[in-house]
């Protein structure tokens, strides 16, 4: 690899690695013909793991990380001392497609900080996107980082090239947003997101090609004051309101000559851990934020046991329930219980009386279950009100780092 390139190359991958929002799952099965080159299968790229167990990778760059935006929480801020590179439109092409040929990646993950204007930068990105699948028939993933303030036409040219777009909204609370990206408005964000639901239905209405893995963002977490209801709040809002396909959550990380309004050290990594098992109640499970947040305190997630634990533990007047009668929204609230736990108990006390034995062929968590049901040959009332009943479901503690 030439040496300038390999320069740009570790600048702006590094640079990248602040973004969460670069899973693929969703995304449509497809092949190249005999003419062109690349897959994708659907399942999750990004250093992701696919249901069969293959690891999947794509190339997670930026175009630049020269900026016009001084965003206090972003290392690549226009007041950055950091070191600055920028890819040409070619350069980027060349290197998805020599490391798609070397085997090294599947697709291509790209965002940009803002040069000469929005809708200079959006029209860069989407020239990367429609030179590889025009010019080379690539047919891979390609995720494509939306920037709001761009003319809305030329982020709908990128979505005809992209398998999935996004648009970070960044902050909870539109009052951080002024307060620490004074260029960014969260209303044009939520507008352009507004946007990009529009035309994927109507792609998938009339059959076409259009972003087909929907659009995704992310927030920041622990930069600013927000709490943690005040995140799940505005996930929430945004799935209902864009059906957004992933709200991804990424801890803030403290960045050199920083805004004296950042705060000195990271949050927990487990706050993010913790959100994303919210997250996944909120989509999957039928809580409602409010559920999930009464488990805490002062609008807090309780770090040491996960939320649905720590909401049953606050309800145990509504346990233990039975595995044989309960029905489904009460099955996917026993601690211990996954979605595809609760469909084959379901689909087996059809056809008989289910025991403990049988309960421990359809779950991996019995020992979390067993306090919360009550089967043909268990009856937990004792279990269910001891004292010491937390920490007996509560792991031991693990130490998480962001190097290990």
């Not at 990004?46 to 999947?56: E, N, Q």
């Not at 279990?383 to 130490?399: C, F, G, W, Y």
Request: proline share 5%; net charge positive; with cysteine.
């Amino acid at each position: 690899m030439d040496e300038k390139i390999d320069a740009k190359l570790r600048i702006l991958a590094d640079a990248a690695k602040y973004d969460a929002s670069c899973a693929s799952s969703g995304g449509k099965k497809r092949a190249a013909g005999k003419a062109g080159i690349g897959s994708t299968t659907g399942a999750g790229i990004c250093h992701s793991y696919t249901p069969d167990g293959r690891c999947i990778s794509l190339l997670k760059i930026l175009l630049t990380n020269y900026c016009l935006f001084d965003c206090a929480y972003c290392i690549n801020r226009r007041s950055s001392n950091t070191r600055r590179a920028r890819f040409s439109v070619a350069e980027v092409v060349a290197l998805t497609i020599g490391f798609y040929k070397r085997n090294y990646i599947e697709g291509l993950f790209l965002s940009s900080g803002i040069i000469r204007s929005p809708d200079y930068t959006m029209e860069q990105m989407m020239l990367v996107a429609k030179s590889l699948r025009t010019d080379h028939g690539f047919a891979g993933y390609i995720h494509l980082k939306t920037i709001p303030e761009a003319n809305p036409w030329l982020i709908e040219q990128a979505g005809l090239f992209a398998d999935r777009m996004s648009i970070n909204l960044e902050l909870p609370l539109q009052k951080s947003l002024e307060d620490l990206a004074p260029e960014k408005n969260t209303a044009t964000i939520k507008q352009a997101m507004g946007q990009m639901q529009s035309r994927i239905i109507e792609a998938r209405e009339e059959r076409r090609h259009f972003a087909p893995a929907g659009q995704s963002t992310q927030l920041i977490i622990g930069a600013d004051a927000a709490t943690d209801d005040n995140v799940l709040t505005a996930s929430d809002s945004l799935y209902r309101n864009y059906a957004l396909k992933r709200v991804y959550y990424s801890a803030f990380s403290p960045i050199p000559e920083a805004s004296r309004f950042l705060p000195a050290k990271s949050p927990p990594l487990q706050r993010e851990h913790r959100l994303y098992q919210a997250d996944w109640l909120l989509r999957y499970y039928g809580f409602t934020v409010p559920e999930i947040t009464e488990g805490g305190e002062a609008g807090m997630l309780d770090l040491e046991i996960d939320p649905k634990l720590a909401w049953a533990l606050k309800h145990r007047g509504l346990f233990p329930v039975d595995v044989n009668t309960a029905p489904r929204e009460m099955l996917l609230r026993v601690p211990g219980l996954g979605t595809r736990a609760v469909e084959k108990i379901i689909r087996a006390r059809r056809h008989m009386r289910l025991r403990i034995d049988d309960l421990a062929r359809l779950t991996s968590g019995l020992k979390r279950v067993l306090p919360f049901l009550i089967a043909l040959d268990h009856r937990p009332t004792r279990l269910i009100d001891r004292l010491d009943l937390r920490r007996s479901l509560t792991p031991a503690p693990v130490q998480l780092s962001l190097f290990d």
